[in-house]
């Protein structure tokens, strides 16, 4: 550059901004198949939703009933007599299962991120994460086989109870499924707390544990309950497993030893047997427009409470 | 080593070498920090002085890679000798950081916390209020922030910060006050008054500050000290070696001739 200059006092404009050339037409092609890549991923979502929408819309204007769909634990749509279609009890039979799932993953999530975040370091550390994102890859179907033939016999054995399929088999099994990204997000919170209040609270002669309940789980709450948050999000949706663990009949559950239905189970099980537009059909439908919404709703506020996190 | 040696010691430190990892940070440093007074320790960047300070409240300790030889006595005592608890090391020996770190609490709160950590029996209210109050009177804070003692502390100007990170420690009486460039993130206004609060702490505390500020350590202590590479070149009073330093290093650091 100096020397350019020494020469011509004032040099002409670099040629390579007056004429387009082979990589200013990568640059714009680049540029061309992300912005598709972006868009393609929001038009699909929004096209799932208009789809599941208009499937669904059929029954909302047709047999749906306000009281009976949310307060009615029928559920038989293949009635012979009168058809009803209630929610009720596979409602319970979500919550339920997801209920006693946070028991089981907060604890064991939050405990796990605790010890990763603050009493580990190195290569142990390193293994934890690695593991605990193998954990996350496990695959719900081999989750769901486990509850089945593991889980089930000893709840048998262990509680004398007739049938293991229940709402304790299926809530372990969705806790351990839930907890390890759980884990990793609570990982993240806490170590966003930034160290210099770690520092603070030991050179005041603050312990280890004083530190982490006087200092950083009340700095990474947002974090933490956006974790769980997200679990419960994981819990609502999650489809093979419920299925395969909880039972799958319809029961509005007094005890964890109570098979239930979950509804994402319903979809899953009965969408195949079902005539296209039919009323059953298409209340199927009017369930994942419910589980969208709910689901959608449950992610926005942990989304929400997560990003509070960050800005501070 | 200098210093008035016929005051009480506060710090003192024998032969004392320090290594993060294979690298040797302290050289056999011999010091005596007297106690009620102020001392300022001055040196090129990377000289060792955080390492020197943050080894008298074992704080370095948390890096799990430093080793140590040598003692350190704080008012007597040696702090690193076994059975020594850390909790009352960290008790008697407070230390202020560079960047002011209140925690993400309360300005009450971050007052409090220190005390909640080394008092075991329940203070009825009417008594913590005394000691918030009385902790941040001393740091001229607490007209300013009587009426919002429940805001977050982290809210504060970094003046005002910095100044709770020294009240927080005052509940507890600490015996020894340590400060790393505790006036390094503030602007001159700022500076000027930590200064001021500094110098009314003197005599309540024994105090060791670091500071790469001459005219500071020159203004704002009774004695000073110089090191270079991890070693203690010089220790006198801070008058003595601002105008007839015995080392030339001293000397040349003094008129700026390092970085
Ligand atoms: N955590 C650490 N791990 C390894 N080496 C360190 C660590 N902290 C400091 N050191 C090294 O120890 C030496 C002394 O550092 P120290 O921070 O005590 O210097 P300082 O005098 O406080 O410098 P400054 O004026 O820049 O704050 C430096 O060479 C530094 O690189
Ligand atoms: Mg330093």
Known sequence: MEQNQAQSPSPPLDTRFDRLNSDWYFDKLAQVLMFIGGISVIVFIIGIFVFVSIEGFGFLAGKFEFSEFFFSPDWRPTSQTKETYGLLALMAGTASVTGFAMLVAVPFSLGAAIYIAEFSSGKKREFLKVTIELLAAIPSVVWGFIGLTIMNPLIIQIFHVPVGLNILNAGIILGLMAAPIMTSIAEDALKAVPDRYREAAEAMGATRWQMIYKVILPAAKNGLLGAILLGVGRGFGETMAVLMATGHSINLPTSVFDSVRALTATIAAELGETAVGSDHYQALFAIGIFLFAVTFVINLVADLIVRGVRKG | ?259
């Open chain 2, 1 to 259: 080593m200098g210093g008035t040696s016929t005051r009480a010691l506060a710090i003192a430190t024998q032969k004392l070498n320090l290594w993060y990892g294979t690298f040797q940070a302290l050289f056999d440093i011999d010091l005596n920090i007297g106690q009620g007074i102020i001392t300022s320790m001055i040196g090129p960047s990377g000289c060792g002085k955080s390492t020197f300070l943050r080894s008298v409240n074992r704080i370095n300790e948390r890096l799990g890679y430093v080793r140590i030889t040598g003692s350190v006595d704080v008012m007597g005592e040696d702090i690193y000798q076994q059975g020594v608890e850390l909790v009352q090391v960290r008790k008697q020996v407070g230390m202020v950081f560079q960047r002011p770190n209140p925690l993400p609490i309360s300005i009450r709160d971050n007052v409090l916390f220190s005390h909640r950590l080394h008092t075991s029996d329940k203070c009825s209210k009417a008594r913590l209020d005394e000691i918030v109050e009385d902790a941040l009177q001393q740091v001229l804070l607490w007209d300013v922030v009587k009426d919002k003692l429940q805001h977050k502390a982290t809210s504060l100007s970094l003046e005002q910060q910095q100044k709770l990170c020294i009240a927080r420690l005052l509940p507890v009486k600490p015996a020894v006050l340590l400060m790393d460039e505790p006036c390094s993130a503030l602007d001159p206004k700022g500076t000027e008054a930590v200064e001021e609060l500094i110098w009314e702490l003197r005599g309540k505390y024994s105090i060791l500050i670091v500071t790469h500020n001459m005219a500071q350590a020159r203004r704002a202590s009774d004695e000073c000290v110089f090191m270079l590479m991890g070693k203690v070149i010089e220790h006198t009073d801070t008058g003595d070696m601002f105008v007839t330093p015995r080392n030339q290093e001293t000397a040349d650091y003094i008129e700026g001739r390092y970085g």
